[in-house]
């Protein structure tokens, strides 16, 4: 994904750091605003991964710190819940101010509790998703419960928080006392779906089944199997991102044409890929693609490698054309399947290949057809397979030209 840093201003005027994740093609087709939970940041490893998988579907994400957390300004000690949901809406209106409004609100933890209150606010929001939510935004307290009654008698307290201090004053906890998230819940008016843990540690299952219980349809429960609160698993953060997208879909109307609509047809491809690792964001002609090495390669398998990629162009065009064919000249062709391993040879153990050469590359293409065909007819498309475009193309002489353009 394409990141960008950008920041605005809070409901006091103070600066609030953001990061802008946006689809490898630039063209999202919808905006999702992901809040974190009470104290952590927007480059949460869990967010990132999550927000990965979101662009990769065209979704673009715009994750932010919290008043006084993280880049942004302000003092921790002087924030809120209330405050916070300020700050989510405060995101909202700078999204819709400078590219769109977003459709899609997600929150991790406390964050996830958020938006199920922001969500009143903001009417563009379609879709509401929640991971790891407490059901009462009050469920904080119990991470500083042995300083509540020195923070209710002297004001304020230094609390330690995940090995960091925090000043906590009486008017968070009042702030927090005086949330009715039931209610909110029930009058959300927007699609809902909730992730949690069978085995979180920190917000208890429970508070799933009540925010579930709260709400009116439509609504959806996914388990997170074995995940732990800060979902530090990458696979369970991937698999939460890709299961918004979905979901998302049927609730999110795309923000105007598509890549695939601008484009008109032209092939036109787009690879990106990060600082780190081999994983590749892919978009080809509005389809989002991920592209990487085995693990013996140095990878993490998460996609097919650069040559498979090649070999699946490969037996792709090769279906089709016969099928293109069969359909022209009324064949029974019922079926197709193309069978692709490419390979590095030695020329001379090559019978077909140029002797100018010491390796060349070899694809091995088995192709399956089913039908009542007779030997004629699969002779003659065994002959037509070899005519496909791509087939051709792999056989000419390609010419790639390469510039650098200024992306900075």
Not at 39 to 62: E, M, N, P, Y
Not at 149 to 156: C, V
Not at 233 to 256: M, N, P, Q, R
Not at 354 to 362: C, E, G, I, M, W
Request: hydrophobic share 45%.
């Amino acid at each position: 994904m394409a990141s960008q840093a950008l920041t605005f201003a809070n409901a006091s005027g103070e600066q609030l750091a953001a990061t802008l994740d946006l689809p490898v093609n630039g063209k999202p087709r919808g905006y999702a605003l992901f809040a974190h939970c009470f104290t952590c940041g927007k480059d949460l490893k869990a967010l990132r991964h999550i927000s990965r998988a979101l662009t990769a579907r065209c979704i673009a994400v715009l994750r932010f710190d919290f008043t006084g957390l993280g880049a942004s300004e302000g003092e921790f000690a002087d924030t809120t819940f209330s405050s916070n949901v300020a700050d989510l809406v405060a995101a909202a209106r700078h999204l819709e101010a400078e590219y769109a409004a977003p459709q899609i609100l997600v929150g991790h933890s406390l964050g996830g509790t958020a938006v199920l209150a922001a969500a009143a606010q903001l009417p563009s929001v379609k879709a509401v998703a929640t991971i790891g939510a407490p059901c009462d935004a009050a469920h904080v307290v119990h991470h500083f419960e042995e300083h509540k009654a020195k923070i209710e008698e002297d004001g304020e307290a230094e609390v330690n928080l995940g090995g960091r201090p925090f000043r906590i004053r009486k008017a968070l906890l009042d702030d927090l006392a005086g949330q009715s998230m039931g209610e909110a819940i029930h009058r959300l008016g927007r699609a809902l779906l909730i992730f949690h843990s069978p085995v979180d540690r920190v917000v208890g299952i429970d508070n799933a089944t009540s925010i579930y219980q709260a709400a009116l349809h439509p609504k959806s429960f996914v388990s997170l199997d074995q995940a732990d609160h800060l979902v530090s698993d990458e696979a369970d953060a991937e698999y939460i991102g890709t299961v918004i997208a979905a979901w998302a879909s049927k609730y999110v109307a795309a923000l105007g044409p598509t890549w695939r609509d601008e484009t008109q047809g032209e092939e036109r491809v787009i690879a990106r890929i990060g600082a780190q690792g081999f994983v590749t964001e892919i978009d080809a002609g509005g389809h989002p693609l991920v592209a990487d090495e085995p693990v013996a390669l140095g990878g993490c398998d998460q996609g097919p490698s650069p040559y498979q990629l090649l070999n699946a162009a490969l037996g792709a065009c090769t279906a089709m054309t016969l099928r293109m064919y069969a359909e022209r000249k009324q064949l029974p062709l019922e079926g197709v399947r193309v069978r692709l391993a490419h390979a590095k040879v030695h020329a001379k153990d090559c019978a077909d290949c140029p002797q100018d050469t010491s390796r060349v590359d070899v694809i091995e293409r088995e192709i399956e057809l089913d039908g009542d065909l007779d030997d004629a007819q699969r002779q003659r498309l065994l002959e037509i397979a070899d005519r496909c475009p791509v087939h051709r193309t792999l056989h000419e002489a390609v010419v790639v030209r390469s510039r650098l353009v200024d992306g900075r």
